[in-house]
């Protein structure tokens, strides 16, 4: 935030003093051009339309300056400030997002292959083996179709992730997650609510 802070003076000391002049068109080329070279990197990755946006303007500044037609430099400066600042705003919300795209990844990516496992073993316990009243023979076999669709998923957000795409990974985790949990419940992994319910107390005589 400071480079924009510090170019906004220059562009009203332009507007204001004789703009047809070399030195102070060279001044706004050098700190246009500084502005953007500290955040270029992140931008790339966090605002790609914004930074294009704002390297056009750069670049028309620089032409016009090799022309020696210093009052379209200067005219540069105040869309070049404006796209500046929004470029910066969209970095920084971009990049909130993404950190917090990635703590939602770290966590599933912890949380989901335990789920998966489990799943697993219930299943391949169950195979074969007289069902328990409460699992149908058709419950299972919709739970097993849904299991291979689960790890599917899971491996679209492992991939997502390893490709640098957190947002996506994080998406397609918690897809994997929810359908998880469904599993767990219709494969009787998750106590019910009346099991975990103690019963009333008797009341003293």
Partial sequence: MRISQLFLPLAAALLITACGNK????????QAEAALSGIRDDAAKHAP?????????????????????????????????????????????NQTLAAAAQNEWDALNTEVPKTVEAIQVRVDALNGSKLP???????????????????????EATAAATAGDTQAAADKGRTAQ??????KNQLGLNPTLASATPPPATPAN
């Fill in 23 to 30: 030195e102070p068109a060279t001044n706004a080329v050098t």
């Fill in 49 to 93: 339309e914004e930074l294009k946006a704002a390297e056009a303007t750069l670049a028309k500044m620089k032409a016009d300056l090799a022309k020696e037609d210093y009052r379209e430099v200067v005219a540069g400066v105040p869309p070049f400030n404006a796209q500046i600042k929004t470029l910066q705003e969209t970095l920084v919300t």
């Fill in 178 to 183: 929810a359908k998880g949990e469904e599993l």
């Fill in 133 to 155: 009243k409460e699992i149908t023979k058709e419950t299972f076999e919709a739970a097993k179709t849904e299991l291979e669709a689960m790890k599917a998923t899971w491996a």
